[in-house]
């Protein structure tokens, strides 16, 4: 007579294949976070470059004559576009360079929205109300920037102050 050694220590494969399945539902559900992660760094990488344009933009604006923008926008509701124009120089080279225009102005060929990352972002400039007797000394501006991410249009705003060159 033969002994046959029988082993029930062992998984049977009902259980396998339960385990397995548990653990892709459960893989699935962190695939999503992940998922959700991603976009959102995508989303705040593309409003983090929009805040840089604004700044490079509220940078410009400082250094612009506080004369000339004190007389244009002795009206608050007047808004002006920042454009990259292009120029060619006398050796030949090309020179991209910020200029403000009119809201209503017509646009050289020459001039563009900034482009980053293949995403064009568009720059308005609006005078705010100086709630402040300084209108001799500074001139509040808010610099808005808007991009299209996705066919959805995003914006970021920029508050800030041009200075009278006496104070500088």
Known sequence: MTKLIKNHKGLTLIETMLSITLL???MLGVMTLFKQAYLYTVLNEDKTVGINVARNALMY?????FIDLKNYFTDTNKELKILICKKTDENGNTIENYQFFNKDASIPSTCQNVEINNTKYKITVQA???????????IPIKV??????????RSTQLKGVITSEDIR
């Open 128 to 138: 705010e109300e100086n709630k402040q007797n300084y209108q001799n000394y500074f």
């Open 144 to 153: 808005v920037v808007t991009w299209e991410s996705s066919n959805i249009e």
């Open 61 to 65: 604006m400082k250094k612009q004559s």
């Open 24 to 26: 892709g539902i459960v």
